[in-house]
């Protein structure tokens, strides 16, 4: 199968709810479809491309389904309004839909507007068959139930290829199937948005007939909200309304309870749900998604006459002396296909004001927006949403905070000694609040606080019967990846790992040309040559540098290649080539020859960025990083201590975007920042001042749903990002700190960050 695979969504305006001049269109009605058969003979790796408009009211679809020789195949699909691209690559029977999913991108495309696709492909590929709209009846099976697309197709391109033009020519290459037709005939909807709790829409019935019904489609990310309030005659009125994401209509008669019908689970997940509902003289019935639910004859009055209006998503004020309750709170979210007393609404009519009366609607667009996609809660954070804002749950991912930003962790066992932790097995977050993962070692709190990190080798391994071609590979594997002991090594002051290495006739260097016989591979995935307590010079162990080795002919005890057991012991501590990750041993093939090991635990001490000071004393006096990147979020943390009354810590800069932390007044510390809608700051005040000349904490942080300040124990400021979000972060200056970078000032402080930027100057 091809590899090397891009697809783009790319965002198309209302304005092409009409295809363009000139430009093939296809509609295909969910049963129908077109097959083109290509046969290609064997050629290198090509690049196929695939282009092609797509519009829909449907959530669910397969938009191309493509099959090879092999059983291999690609699929485009629409699935809840997102889409999937699915891959296999033949070498096995159809696996399970999560199994095939490689790519989802998208959101609400079901939207009834035209989003264009394409898809590049890489490879060879002969004899194949390209299904666009679904899966002929011939090639499905039990293990792929998937619906077909219905919708409209425009545009569609294979390799340069009109394949709606080869079908309307009746190319033999193209095999139509079910309905299909050359304009796109899709009924365009009129949605209507209900965009805050105080917005209704007030439609008129016919009062005293003997029945009230309603039909209509909602969407929503809310869990709760009025849908429909209809008054009756002698009765109290007919409310529908969601509670936890379950449909609840109510009937209020005079001096009775309420009589209750619930149905539907999970209604608040921003698809389209349909709704009908009627009271005729003691029955009530509601259907949700083709599902019924009545009520018992002894639930309903005994007779039920309609009111006049139908009140949807909410009630008007109070003044206007309309009948309607609302103890739910206002529906916030879209809805279409809105009938009363089987006759379908023309919304538009009700935007031009002949039909009913309405408040904070937007009428002929939905607009819903998908706030998890994408998903802006990290390190693997859940994604829920409302009308207004998505929220993170973060349990059980060791991280907390808006967006699941920050570790709740150390990053080294330094750290964990300083809040005066003692001995034992701690979990250790290497990065902060980066993509690594925590993961469990062992800090033992003696005067220095030693990191230990486990790995399975520890044992002392005898080899024996090797030689260069059939050698001895001894694979160490931590309890750690690779990237998290990185970090934690470069964190680290000093690290060091004990490798000794026991010999009998078992050389670790042959003296007749120099060729290393054993050696080790350490972070930097090369072959090391030194050993133990010696420094990154070629082939020398502790005894060569120390000048004591047992044959002074030789850098390394084994060298000697006596028959009978020494060896070379040593710390290695050069911490680029740490850890060490195998071992490789050729020479012990030779008559009485035999060599064992045993590698230490990785142990490292120290923490680079915990105490790492710096004093501004003059006027000229600041720092300079490299660009400070937060796109989505950030977040910079420090302690000071100063006498001065004000002065900046950092500040970075855009074209209009900025971020800057400075101490505003002696008990102020302030955090401003621009990103794209407007500057705003956050202030923190303390009853005592800061520049008492005692070190204090700043802790400022940026995401996608808030900023936050907190300095020391006072409780943290925070404000909410806008309803649409903060846009990304881009500045393109130095980050500065100690000085403002724009006009003279200096602040007299000494500054240290617990997560400082690299490569200072």
């Not at 408040?359 to 998903?375: F, Y």
Request: charged share 20%.
């Amino acid at each position: 199968m091809a590899s090397g695979f891009s697809v783009r969504d790319a965002m198309v305006h209302h304005c092409f709810r009409h295809p363009l001049s000139g430009s093939e269109v296809v509609d295909l009605d969910g049963r129908s479809s077109l097959l083109y058969r290509f046969d290609q003979k064997p050629l290198s790796p090509i690049k196929d491309i695939i282009s092609l408009k797509f519009k829909t009211m449907q959530s669910d679809g397969i938009i191309l389904h493509q099959k090879g020789q092999n059983g291999d195949h690609i699929t485009l699909e629409l699935r809840r309004g997102k889409l999937f691209l699915l891959i296999n690559s033949g070498e096995a029977k159809l696996p399970s839909t999560h199994a095939l999913i490689n790519l989802t991108l998208g959101s609400l495309l079901d939207d009834q507007h035209w989003h264009s696709v394409l898809i590049q492909r890489l490879g060879k590929q002969v004899n194949f068959t390209i299904s666009f709209g679904g899966i002929p009846a011939h090639g499905k099976s039990m293990s792929f139930p998937h619906k077909n697309f219905h919708g409209c197709l425009e545009n569609l391109y294979y390799n340069g290829v009109d394949i709606i033009d080869l079908a309307k020519q009746q190319n033999p290459q193209i095999t139509a199937t079910g309905n299909v037709s050359f304009s796109c005939s899709q009924s365009q909807s009129v949605p209507v948005t209900f965009l805050s709790p105080r917005s209704y829409l007030a439609l008129p019935g016919f009062s005293g007939e003997d029945e009230v019904s309603s039909t209509f489609q909602f969407r929503t990310w809310n869990k709760a909200g009025l849908l429909l309030f209809s008054e009756l005659q002698l009765v109290s009125g007919l409310l529908l309304f969601l509670k936890d994401g379950k449909l609840k209509l109510n009937l209020y008669q005079p001096g009775k309870l309420p009589s209750d019908i619930t149905a539907g689970v999970g209604l608040s997940d921003g698809q389209w749900h349909s709704i009908s509902f009627s009271a005729k003289r003691n029955h009530l019935s509601v259907v949700v998604d083709g599902h019924m639910v009545s009520t018992a004859p002894s639930l309903g009055p005994e007779q039920v006459f309609s009111g006049g209006t139908y009140y949807f998503g909410g009630c008007p004020d109070k003044s206007f002396g309309s009948k309607c309750k609302n103890p739910f709170g206002g529906f916030q979210g879209c809805m279409r296909l809105i009938s009363t007393g089987n006759k379908e609404v023309d919304l538009i009519s009700v935007q031009q004001g002949s039909i009913g009366n309405f408040s904070d609607l937007q009428i002929d667009s939905c607009g819903i927006t998908d706030r998890c996609s994408p998903n802006y809660c990290e390190h693997g954070g859940g994604c829920s949403q409302s009308w207004n804002t998505f929220h993170c749950n973060c349990a059980d991912t060791g991280y907390r905070g808006a967006t699941c930003h920050n570790s709740i962790y150390e990053q080294s066992c330094e750290a964990y000694k300083h809040r005066g932790n003692t001995s034992g097995f701690y979990y250790i977050d290497s990065d902060g609040s980066g993509p690594l993962e925590p993961f469990l070692l062992y800090c033992n709190m003696t005067e220095t606080a030693w990191t230990i990190i486990q790995h399975n080798g520890s044992d002392l391994t005898r080899v024996r019967n090797t030689h260069p071609e059939n050698p001895y590979a001894g694979v160490f594997k931590y309890v750690a990846s690779m990237g998290q002991l990185q970090a934690t090594i470069n964190r680290a002051e000093h690290c060091e790992q004990e490798l000794t290495y026991y010999c009998k006739k078992s050389r670790l260097v042959d003296e007749q040309d120099g060729t290393p016989l054993s050696w080790w591979v350490g972070g930097t995935n090369e072959a090391q040559t030194y050993w133990g307590g010696s420094l990154p010079d070629l082939q020398k162990c502790t005894c060569g540098l120390e000048g004591n080795c047992i044959d002074s002919q030789h850098h390394c005890n084994c060298d000697a290649d006596r028959n009978e057991w020494t060896n070379d012991t040593g710390f290695l501590s050069y911490k680029e080539h740490l850890p060490v990750t195998k071992i490789v041993i050729t020479d012990t093939g030779r008559p009485h020859s035999e060599a064992a090991y045993k590698l230490g635990p990785l142990l490292c001490r120290g923490d680079r960025s915990f105490w790492n000071s710096a004093s501004f004393n003059t006027e000229a006096s600041y720092l300079h990083f490299p660009t400070f990147h937060g796109e989505l979020s950030a977040d910079v943390s420090f302690f000071f201590k100063t006498t001065a009354s004000s002065g900046v810590f950092l500040e970075s800069l855009g074209i209009t975007d900025f971020i800057r932390i400075e101490l505003r007044s002696p008990a102020v510390v302030t955090f401003s920042c621009d990103v794209g809608n407007g500057p705003f700051e956050i202030s923190v005040q303390s009853p005592a001042h800061f520049n008492d000349n005692q070190w204090h904490h700043v802790r400022v942080e940026r995401n996608m749903k808030e900023a936050s300040v907190q300095v020391d124990q006072l409780p943290p400021k925070l404000q909410p990002a806008p309803a649409d979000g903060h846009v990304l972060l881009q500045l393109n200056s130095q980050l500065f700190v100690g000085k403002l970078c724009r006009s003279a000032g200096y602040l007299i402080l000494s500054w240290e960050s617990k997560n400082p930027p690299d490569n200072s100057s």
